[in-house]
Nanobody, 124 residues
Framework: QVQLVESGGGLLQAGDSLRLSCAAT????????TAWFRQAPGKDRDYIGG????????AYRSGVQGRFTISRDNAKNTVYLQTNSLKPEDTAVYYC?????????????????WGQGTQVTVSS
């Protein structure tokens, strides 16, 4: 089971871009599909998108594709979330998650490993 650590969050302005990173240790990262979720105060943890274990395939929640791009570098045991044209409603704690197997899932309960989260705050 891998351990995950996110980084790259911060305080930004509307329209900014940001790249979050999630570094994995303790397992064979290329055997894990990964995903990004976010959770705003008082709301459920929402799926943003996921990437297959190989990195060949990605999937996104309807409505976010185009502003969010997920990629991974298995040689560096790292998955990334590129966010563009940030909006105040993107303010949330962003989490990466990993599950053993080839394909990601949109359901948080399907994931074995979670990072601690990184705060992204977007001001107008």
């Amino acid at each position: 089971q891998v351990q995950l650590v996110e980084s790259g969050g911060g305080l930004l302005q509307a329209g900014d871009s940001l790249r979050l990173s999630c570094a994995a240790t303790g397992g064979t990262f290329s055997r894990y599909a990964t995903a990004w979720f976010r959770q705003a105060p008082g709301k459920d943890r929402d799926y943003i998108g996921g990437i297959s274990a190989s990195g060949a395939s990605t999937a996104y929640r309807s409505g976010v594709q185009g502003r969010f791009t997920i990629s991974r570098d298995n040689a560096k045991n790292t998955v990334y979330l590129q966010t563009n044209s940030l909006k105040p409603e993107d303010t949330a704690v962003y989490y990466c998650a990993a599950r053993r197997g080839a394909w990601p899932s949109m359901f948080p309960s399907d994931y074995d490993s979670w990072g601690q989260g990184t705060q992204v705050t977007v001001s107008s």
